[in-house]
């Protein structure tokens, strides 16, 4: 529904965006991800026919955005970054004069409003100038304005942005709710925000791709995905060494914030499951066991490791210190 290929932008000698390519399918929701100033919203900007990308092309929908532009998006409902609205106009007069842009029209335009409002609870706001309207609210009336003609395909650009906690659970539930029928591109900063609502999660870093794959996917590629986190009643100095020969055990270091001699971080090689050998040696010592958990990783270690510039000249460390 959703497809880029090779997308290009350069702005005089510098390439914001350097050969980015992805395929949103009816269904998915695709977290795009990167640091700031990777290129997301140049991206979206270009996949929405809002800028002329420099090599590459888009479709939405099966159109070409370039050659068919009006049957691009009329499939297509797009919040740009910041929203921007006309701030002399209430909510309401801003969302008919986009509804019959939209070619919505009579009862039709009222019944699409009336639905839109109550999801996106506009109805305090309605008939308010949307410049004296808080940034929540704002970002809210975009977004009313983006899914208002119920297109097939959305880019979202930042959703949460500037919403409160129950405002930002209430639009990630939308978009859930969203999901089925339509293909969603989401950009955002909130990694907890991909794992809740992405099917599929993009990484870009400096104008480039550096990761593709379900939330899970990348999860699995945290450092610490597999490793197991054992707390001791009591301490018991040399645990480390004497779980050092386990199968599969790299290393055992202290974690961050923990008990020396009583907690312990058993780092596994390549992410091997370990918990069962580890749990095993520890039955053998007899040693009291308080917890033993194993970590599934976390998807800001796998960003950070990811476009870090420093985490790229070497691969991502536990804190040196040993257990
Ligand atoms: N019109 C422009 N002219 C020159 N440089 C631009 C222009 N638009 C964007 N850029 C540059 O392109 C790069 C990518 O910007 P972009 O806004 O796409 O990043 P982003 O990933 O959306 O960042 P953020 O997370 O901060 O919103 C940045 O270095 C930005 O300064």
Do not use: W
């Not at 919203?41 to 929405?48: G, I, P």
């Not at 796998?302 to 040993?322: I, M, N």
Request: aromatic residues 4%; contains cysteine; charged residues 25%.
């Amino acid at each position: 529904m959703i497809e880029i290929v090779d997308l290009v932008k350069r702005f005089g000698p510098f390439t914001a965006v350097d050969g980015v390519g992805f395929a949103v399918g009816r269904g998915e929701v695709l977290g795009f991800l990167g640091p700031n100033g990777a290129g997301k919203s140049t991206t979206m900007k270009m996949a929405a026919g809002f800028l002329t990308p420099t090599r590459g092309r888009v479709s939405i929908a099966g159109h070409d955005v370039e050659r068919r532009p009006l049957a691009a998006k009329e499939a297509l409902g797009y919040l740009p970054e910041g929203a921007p609205a006309y701030g002399d106009m209430t909510p309401r007069g801003f969302l008919e004069f986009l509804g019959r842009v939209r070619k919505l029209r009579g009862a039709d335009l009222h019944r699409r409003l009336a639905q839109v409002v109550d999801e996106i609870q506009l109805d305090g706001v309605l008939d308010q100038p949307i410049e004296t309207l808080s940034k929540g609210f704002k970002r809210r009336v975009g977004l009313a304005g983006a899914i208002l003609h119920d297109p097939p395909c959305l880019i979202l650009d930042e959703p949460t942005d500037g919403l409160d906690p129950n405002q930002k659970h209430e639009v990630r539930n939308l978009i859930r709710r969203m999901a089925p029928d339509k293909a969603i591109v989401v950009s955002t900063h909130i990694l907890e925000e991909v794992e809740a609502v992405c099917s599929r999660a993009v990484i870009i870093d400096r104008g480039r791709v550096v990761a593709d794959g379900t939330p899970q996917d990348l999860v699995a590629r945290a450092p610490e995905h597999n490793a197991v986190r054992i707390g001791l009643a009591n301490a018991v100095p040399d645990l480390a060494a004497r779980l050092a020969d386990v199968a599969g055990v790299a290393r055992v270091v202290l974690p961050e914030g923990g008990r020396a001699g009583r907690d312990f971080l058993v780092l596994p090689r390549d992410h091997a499951p370990i918990l069962e050998g580890v749990a095993a040696r520890l039955r053998q010592t007899g040693i009291a066991i308080e917890t033993l958990t194993v970590d599934h990783g976390r998807l800001d270690d796998v960003f950070r490791a990811l476009t870090s510039s420093d985490a790229r000249r070497s691969a991502p460390q536990q804190p040196e210190t040993r257990a």
